[in-house]
């Protein structure tokens, strides 16, 4: 038997069925029935703006699966760039799948040199590493004309390759370029996360040696962010996306969604709270302070839109840190940081609200001990979410889907004639 809801519109008493499929009423079909009252949400809050197939996420209770696998099990066995193929592809490859997809995305590593030389280094001296990627992002566009061509399979097939290749180059140029330091070629010998390590970090030595345990814990790190549904930046990527533009230029809009700070900077908001903390003994007065504050003062890294239970990557990320730790040496806040987590949890105000270690709560604690500077931590996030963002366009691309257009609801003066200035009062 098909759900559905029964409305009646009391102005006229007439009333109309509308079917629920796949958990959802079509909001066409109520405006067919409804003409002219549209559906107000801002934020988004209820409302489903696309159906998809990429990322599965029960908030409350706790689950986060890309394409029917558990978040658990990718971190434990896969890699990133297996994710990234998962994520575009809808099934893990076979062994000469992933090879063929291991061996384009390393060809393809470089970026052009006007990219580093004329674009990056006209960036002022002290340029935030995010707002050097936004631009540059954006700016590859005008490096690849066949970007253009969205709907050819081969020329889409190419940017996605470029794009999931050359962030990391992206990245670590603007790390070198704001610390001064001179920018480092990609060593296509390595793998994905060596070789951004090797291009974040290396000096004078000829190959850059990554220690393995972290090289693995960022890869870790890269699948957690690799993709999450409907987030603000992916909305970014799709509204831009829907209106055909090329996809360098919807990824840039998808950076810049993140570089906020409600978005890809609360790790940064994290590691400057548990700073201010300082040591153990201050978690209670600062609990209290918080609790005072009524959400005025947040505790950063807790507390998610959609996870009202402990989120399943804070959990993997805190055995990240464990390893990352035994080769860094422990960072000094996680002691910080778990009597916060102790208290909170067994806090009231914190259960009663639902409010659990998100994502960020841990991450910039290991993103720290690896030694990136804070400005770094949303750059990172892009790195991984680039996966999920390409993933999302074409899927919205192969759905043959509407321009995003949302209606208002307007609130402004009436009709009024325009007055001169010089009869206008103070
Ligand atoms: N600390 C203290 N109180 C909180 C917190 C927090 N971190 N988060 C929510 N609350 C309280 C809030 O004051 C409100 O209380 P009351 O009902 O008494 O008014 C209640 O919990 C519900 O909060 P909300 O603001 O309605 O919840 P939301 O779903 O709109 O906000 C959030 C979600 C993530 C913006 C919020 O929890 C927050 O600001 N957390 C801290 C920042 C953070 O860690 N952000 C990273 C999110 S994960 C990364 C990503 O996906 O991009």
New binding site residues.
Partial sequence: MTESITITDNRSGESYEIPVVNGGVSATDWAKILPGIWFYDP?F?STAAAESSITYLDGTAGILRYRGYPIEQLAESSTYLEVAYLLLNGELPTESQFEQWRHDVTSHTFIHENVRKRFLDGFHYDAHPMGMLVSAVAALSTFYFDAKDIFDPASRQKQIIRLIAKMPTLAAAAHRFSVGMPFVYPDNSLDFPSNFLSMMWKVAEPRYETDPALSRALDILFILHAD?EQ???TTAMRVVGSSHADPYSACAAACAA?YG????G??E??IRMLSEIGSMENVPAFISE??A???????????????KNY?PRAQIIKKAADDVFEVTGRNPLLDVALKLEEI?LSDE??TS???YP????YSGLIYQAMGFPLEMFPVL?AIARTAGWLAHWQEMLDQDSKIARPRQLYTGADARDYVPMSRRGA
Avoid: I
Avoid at 261 to 264: D, M, T
């Fill in positions: 934020g809050m999450h987030n603000c930046s993140l700070p409600r978005h890809g609360a790790n908001a994290v918080v609790k504050g009524h959400g005025h003062m947040r505790l950063q890294g807790f507390g998610h839109r959609v996870y989120d909170a105000y914190f609200r639902r409010l998100n994502v960020d709560f996030f």
